[in-house]
């Protein structure tokens, strides 16, 4: 770019840094600071939760991989990739049966009780490696806007983005950042519908809708497996699951639903990007679908798309950090109960600053951001059956590690030798060697988590054990209700105390 284009491409990044400071809070309680509360010590509106939801999902390298997958299947691709967004209501309803039924307050504390300290540490480890990934891959779409991948320009805009989103996280932690992903999440919402009406026109309804095609060859294998990680791949998403454990259950759920349905919807439509690229046969080798097409467009397209991506990777980047100060700061020391002397927000701080520094070294390497999809959600595809059949059969350590160490080392063979895997391969498209592993593999989780259960389970009966590991009953499930809905009209009554008088 031009010296005059530059100013104006960094000087947005600079005014871009100065709202979201202006944005955040600066001083939050630690129930804000961890967990979103306002300076009343209140739960965050569930509109706000869902916002938070919805912006935070809608990544930087997730929009450019849509457009990606448009850009390379037509229509099928950018419906692929948009299957991921239906964990989020999957997710949603996991975890409201499990507060409700299992009396979980979060993700850590809940594996640490029912599968012990092991499982909660692997667990977090797998969070650790996601965080990790959110940082260097959406950091890397912001560079791509600045100048190619690995050079001066490219890695100075990533590092000084996430130097601006570490900054403001450090001030306002998750209240902070659910407050940024409200003005986030409008401004995607605008910008998109200008791109939309830029792009969309150029090509007619028909050729859009029917571009690509429904084989395995052509895409279907990628959502087919893509579908298979919406199983697990919501439970190791910090930025997810902190918001679960943060308002009422019903609100909880009904936020997730409606995130979920809102971003399927945003990512179909971003994909038409890609669609426009497929249908006039644009090459987008050694670049992104979105940057391409911006440029084919003018300077104009290509700014607003830079801004599109800024915000959307400025809202999932301050929901990483605040999750990672979250995760250092409390669950890991609860899972010893450990309660640290140093003042818990210094330590989210200092793991932030780190993370922002060490998360970017795969950005200056150059590597691939579709991988940070692909293979984190394999790896962790045996957390599934933890917790969508906890409950349905007894919970034991040994099938929390089986399922869970079956998915890691598939995981990571299919990274480092994915023709080792080979024989796993389902039909001979672009991800064969994806949908194979992850269904075989999926099965296999299953089963590992399963058996154990099941033969702990009957021994129990044979010995005449009652059951303890099933939850709270349908009684107890309805008197629960019953509090919860008289704290929320603010009564402190005996349910005997709400019937009308002579009932």
């Known amino acids: 770019m031009d010296s005059t284009t530059g100013i104006f491409f960094w000087g947005f990044l600079i005014v871009y840094g100065i ?31 869902t916002a938070s939801i ?21 229509i099928v691709g950018g419906i692929g990739y948009a299957v991921y967004w239906l964990c989020i209501p999957l997710t949603g309803w996991a975890l409201y049966r499990l507060r409700r039924k299992f009396k979980a307050t979060s993700m850590v504390s809940f594996l640490t009780e029912h599968y012990g300290v092991a499982a909660a540490f692997c667990f977090s480890a797998a969070i650790l490696v996601r965080l990790f990934n959110e940082v260097w891959s959406n950091t890397s779409v912001v560079g791509a806007y600045y100048g190619a991948s690995g050079s001066t320009p490219f890695i100075i805009a990533a590092l000084l983005f996430t130097a601006i989103t570490v900054g403001y996280c450090c001030w306002g932690g998750m209240r902070g950042s659910i407050i940024t992903d409200v003005a986030q999440a409008v401004l995607f919402a605008v910008l998109l519908i200008a791109v939309l009406i830029w792009v969309v026109p150029l090509n007619s309804p028909a050729d859009i809708v029917t571009s690509g095609s429904w084989t395995l060859e052509g895409g279907v294998d990628f959502i087919i497996g893509a579908g298979l990680q919406c199983l697990s791949y919501g439970f190791h998403d910090a930025v997810l699951t902190d918001r679960g454990f943060i308002c009422e259950e019903r609100k909880m759920l009904k936020s997730f639903t409606v995130a979920g349905l809102l971003g399927f919807v945003a990512i179909v439509l971003f994909s038409l990007i890609g669609v426009h690229a497929y249908l006039d046969g644009m090459s987008i080798a050694g670049s992104s679908a979105p940057v391409v097409v911006a440029q084919s467009l003018g300077l104009v397209a290509f700014f607003v798309m830079a801004v599109i991506m800024i915000a959307t990777a400025g809202s999932t980047l301050d929901s990483t950090f605040s999750s990672l100060a979250k995760l250092t700061a409390r669950d890991l020391p609860g899972i010893l109960g450990h309660t640290p002397k140093m003042n818990p927000r210094i330590i989210g701080i200092i793991f932030m600053i780190v993370f922002g520094i060490v998360g970017n070294l795969p950005m200056i390497m150059g590597a691939s951001i579709i991988t940070a999809t692909t293979i984190s959600g394999t790896m962790i595809m045996g957390l599934g059956p933890v917790f969508l059949l906890h409950g349905v059969v007894k919970p034991t350590k040994t099938g929390f590690q089986l399922a869970f160490w079956i998915g890691m080392v598939l995981g990571i063979v299919d990274t480092v030798a994915p023709a080792a895997l080979g024989f796993m391969n389902i039909g001979g498209g672009s991800y064969a060697n994806f949908l194979g592993v992850n269904l075989w593999g999926a099965v296999v989780c299953w089963i590992a988590y399963l058996v154990p259960g099941l033969v702990a389970q009957s021994a129990e009966r044979r010995a005449g054990i009652e059951p303890a590991w099933k939850g709270r009953t349908k009684e107890e499930l309805a008197q629960y209700d019953a509090d919860a809905k008289r704290r929320e009209l603010g009564l402190d009554l005996d349910p005997e105390d709400l019937a009308p008088t002579g009932a």
């Open 19 to 49: 709202v979201m400071f202006l944005l955040s809070p600066k001083t939050v309680s630690l129930g804000g600071f961890f967990k979103g509360e306002d300076k009343k010590g209140r739960a965050a509106n569930p509109w706000m939760i």
């Open 54 to 74: 919805f912006i935070a999902w809608i990544f930087a390298k997730s929009v450019t991989n849509a457009a990606n997958m448009g850009a390379e299947f037509g």
